[in-house]
């Protein structure tokens, strides 16, 4: 049979003709770059990503941190007072070193829409503020709304035929604030906002007074403020007068150092001040060991902080006492926060993988068919010579 031959007259073979094998040489160099590109990724590229995504964990006195969590014992001596106190005035604010004051006047009228709260302020409130100034520092607000109907989530006042009054229930004391339309700001700033609430009645609905509650007119709502009705005008007046407001400035008062956690059965104010240092120096203590997980320089200044502030206490110098224990709870509460350590703990491995794997993905699959092709090469090389 003849043979098929192409056109240009030369037989037509079966098979491609296979590639000439590399050179040493090139082998070689091909070895190089593939190691090359493992070397600087296992040595520079891994340790690297693992030090710029790994979570610092600062080296703490943990021997210290936990002799200080005890709670049975306060700086080495045991003040159960002060500890009782500390942990049972459900009313009060938690301590703060700056409290804001807001004294509102609201009244369902036009009337009265002035009062004389500064000198009403001087007389009775600047006072126990100037008292507390080691404790805490003040900041005073007034404001005046008119028209301020009550919430309609209440039911509002019932007259009373047989004592010719109008009467709040108990039931409709906490649905009181109109938190929808009276302007009474839940904080300002870093302290809580305290707020005092003085209503006047109209002409219509007094006396206005609490039922079952022997005719009072003022009530405390923990950890919030205190209200007070108005129900003692003679007579129609644009504007309240110092005289006038006495009685709801002395409520306020009495508000004021329960919300503070000034301790009623002290003796004089001075005694009560006394006892409300001491009883502030031990819930910060305690506050402030129970938190001592935060970064190493704020929990060291901590640690010095309470030392100091231990060393007043045992010698009964409160106001040193409460100024370091102050500043100590101020650095483990910044500590807590510290915003490079809470983005740090909230940024899980999980995250990482998110974030890394489209990125270095692309440039890792490469890599490693490179290696496996390589050492499947050499493999197969060593076999053939062995054989």
């Known amino acids: 049979m003849a043979e098929m031959r192409s056109p240009a007259g030369s037989a037509k073979t079966d098979a491609m003709p296979s590639p000439p094998a590399d050179p040493p040489e090139g082998q070689w160099t091909r070895r190089w770059i593939i190691l090359s590109f493992w070397a600087i990724i296992v040595c520079f590229g891994l340790p690297h990503w693992l030090m710029t995504t790994s979570t610092y964990r600062a ?6 941190m936990n002799s200080w969590a005890r709670e049975d014992q306060i700086c080495g001596t045991t003040d159960a007072l002060a500890l009782q106190e500390s942990r049972d005035n459900s009313k009060a604010f938690k301590y703060s070193s700056t409290y804001h004051l807001t004294f509102s006047l609201f009244t369902p009228a036009a009337i009265p829409s002035d009062w004389d709260i500064d000198q009403a302020l001087a007389q009775y409130i600047r006072p126990l503020i100037r008292a507390l100034s080691n404790v805490s520092d003040f900041t005073v607000e007034t404001q005046v709304q008119l028209h301020a109907s009550f919430s309609p989530s209440i039911a509002g006042p019932q007259f009373d035929h047989s004592n010719r009054e109008w009467q709040l229930q108990k039931s409709d004391l906490r649905g009181f604030i109109n938190a929808a339309e009276w302007p009474l700001s839940p904080s300002i700033g870093a302290g809580p906002t305290i707020n005092f609430v003085l209503y006047v009645p109209t002409e219509g609905q007094k006396p206005l007074v609490i039922a079952e509650a022997n005719r009072a007119t003022s ?13 003692t005008l003679a007579k129609q007046s ?21 919300l503070i956690g000034l301790p009623s059965n002290s003796g004089s104010l001075d005694e009560q001040v006394l006892r409300l240092k001491q009883n502030r120096a031990v819930s910060l203590i305690r506050s402030t060991s129970s938190t001592l997980d935060t970064v190493a320089h704020a929990v060291q200044e901590t640690l010095s902080r309470l030392e100091q502030a231990c060393d007043a206490f045992r010698s009964d110098d409160w106001d040193s006492a409460l100024q370091h224990a102050r500043i100590g709870n101020d ?9 490079s350590m809470v983005g740090q703990v909230y940024f899980p491995d999980e995250h990482k993988v998110a974030v890394y794997v489209p990125l270095l993905g692309p440039m890792a699959v490469p890599l490693i068919m490179a290696a496996i092709k390589e050492i499947r090469t050499w493999r197969q090389r060593r076999k053939a010579k062995t054989t």
């Open 59 to 64: 080296s703490l006195p943990l021997d210290a």
């Open 219 to 231: 009530w405390l709502i923990p950890q919030w403020g205190g209200v007070a009705i108005l129900n």
């Open 238 to 258: 644009t504007k309240l007068t110092a005289a006038e407001l006495e009685l709801a400035m002395l409520t306020f008062t009495e508000q004021l150092a329960t």
């Open 331 to 339: 650095e483990i509460e910044t500590a807590f926060f510290e915003p």
